[in-house]
């Protein structure tokens, strides 16, 4: 099934809600000296919801972005050199050619700038 960014922007939202109400409930927690068991089991399920969440946005939300600008390869600036990059020497032509790490990057370009480049 395909998304389109907005539906992956969304989701994102919810799991960042979510990961900040679990490490809230898990901060009120260990504060309050609460059972070590309930604390392992908030800590076990932030550890599951990260990892949830990265593989959304290494497999599906990266390929929306992908397939959507890989059809009219915008330029791009690094924004650790402020040097513009064409979308194949960022990304390259098959999305399943991206390493894991460089698919944040990805979706850095629609999330408020996350990633190692801009749009120009």
Known sequence: MEYSIK???????????EEKRLNNELDSAEENNSDLSYIEK????VEKLIKTKDE??????????????SKIKPLLVRIRTQEEVSWEKAFGNTFDSIPKGLRHSLVGLVEDDH????FK
């Open 56 to 69: 959304f946005i290494e497999n599906i939300y990266a390929l929306a972005v992908f397939e959507k600008y």
């Open 7 to 17: 539906e992956c922007s969304n989701r994102l939202k919810k799991f960042y809600d």
């Open 115 to 118: 990633g190692r480049y801009i």
């Open 42 to 45: 908030l800590t076990n399920d």
